[in-house]
């Protein structure tokens, strides 16, 4: 595949997981979103690598996965939290973080 292959393929998940950010009422779809999201540009960063012959995207891929494998403890914690104490995932009705 060439480097325009891997760049249509990475954009195309960004732009779905930005709509699906900006579109869901769903909080875990949103945090789905926002992992695909960065998934698109890790896709996008390893390509590039690859195709420059250099291990500089492949290292910026590493820290992007260890960060989200932080956001993904962190966030899922929060998202429970916020189920167990309103019964509810739906961003609508979490607008109000008092009570």
Known sequence: MSLNAYILISLLLFV?????VLLRKNTLVIYMC???M?????????????FNGTL?????????????AAEVAVGLAII?????????????ELSALKN
Request: no cysteine.
């Open 34 to 36: 926002l992992e695909l």
């Open 38 to 50: 960065l998934l698109a540009s890790t896709l996008a960063l390893v390509a590039f690598s690859r």
């Open 80 to 92: 429970v939290a916020l189920f167990r104490k309103r019964h509810t995932v739906q961003v609508e």
């Open 56 to 68: 500089d995207g492949s290292v910026f891929v590493f820290f992007i996965l260890t960060i989200a």
């Open 16 to 20: 779905i997981g930005f709509i699906g």
